[in-house]
């Protein structure tokens, strides 16, 4: 079993069949971890940045990990690469090749298609009433092995709709790591307009729920 990545939540682990093993972190391990992460970035208080980031970072993979536990018989499992839980926060998923990766790869014609999928998995994913809190397209999301675009990283989610409101008013998109950092581009130009025409609130209460609320219709009626 060999290690193929590590985030401030997980360990990832190559099962050599086509899935990969995400191991939660310790917590004075992950403090280390995030705080050499920091140093890296030649952030002006790294230990100060660390302190206060890993309870937070902690505290919202505890409640995603749950979240989609507690809805794992309603939500479409493909979109969040089929994860089967394990003991306490480790779980299995599907091996994803990462859309950082799948770029390298590509077009710039397929690359907007894969952004277009990227806007069509967040509404996916408000219909079960979650959406992913960083906008990290690049790391968070991947291609499965029919080519969609779906969810690797549900660690830090957020439940509420007031919430995601709040990130759709302040386009929390554009503040992202990921964005910032992503070079200047017809590619950049192009996810920039994309958000801005399809994260909107007139979209999020079209989606937000739809599916929980059909089950919860079909399970009424039995």
Same mark, same amino acid.
């Given at each position: ?15 050599? &069949? ?9 917590? @004075? ?18 230990? #100060? ?9 902690? #505290? ?14 309603? $939500?479409?499992?493909? $979109?969040? *690469? ?13 091996? $994803?090749?990462? %859309? ?12 907007? #298609? ?6 069509? %998995? ?13 906008? *990290?397209?690049? &790391?968070?999301? *991947?291609?499965?092995? &029919? ?7 549900? *660690?830090?989610? %957020? ?9 759709? @008013?302040?386009?929390?998109? %554009? ?48």
């Amino acid at each position: 079993m060999k290690k193929i990545g590590e985030g401030w939540q997980y360990k990832v682990y190559d099962l050599e &069949n086509g899935r990969v093993l995400k191991k939660w972190r310790a917590i @004075l391990l992950q403090y280390f971890f995030v705080y050499f992460q920091e140093l890296r970035k030649k952030q002006s208080d790294p230990f #100060r940045k660390t302190i206060v980031d890993v309870p937070r970072v902690r #505290r919202m993979g505890y409640d995603s990990v749950a979240y989609i536990k507690n809805n794992l018989l309603i $939500i479409d499992k493909k $979109i969040i *690469g089929n994860p089967v839980f394990l003991k306490k926060y480790d779980y299995e998923q599907d091996r $994803i090749t990462s %859309l950082k990766e799948a770029f390298s790869k590509s077009s710039v014609e397929e690359i907007k #298609r894969m952004l277009d999928s990227y806007v069509e %998995l967040i509404f996916a994913t408000w219909r079960y009433g979650f959406s992913d809190a960083m906008y *990290g397209f690049l &790391n968070n999301n *991947g291609l499965n092995k &029919n080519g969609e675009v779906v969810q690797i990283d549900f *660690g830090e989610l %957020l439940f509420s709709k007031d919430q995601v409101k709040k990130r759709i @008013l302040n386009k929390r998109w %554009l503040l992202s790591h990921t964005f910032i950092t992503f070079k200047e581009s017809e590619i950049k130009t192009y996810y920039q307009n994309i958000m801005e025409k399809n994260m909107t609130l007139e979209n999020l209460n079209k989606y937000w729920g739809k599916s929980l609320s059909v089950e919860h219709s079909r399970s009424d009626t039995v």
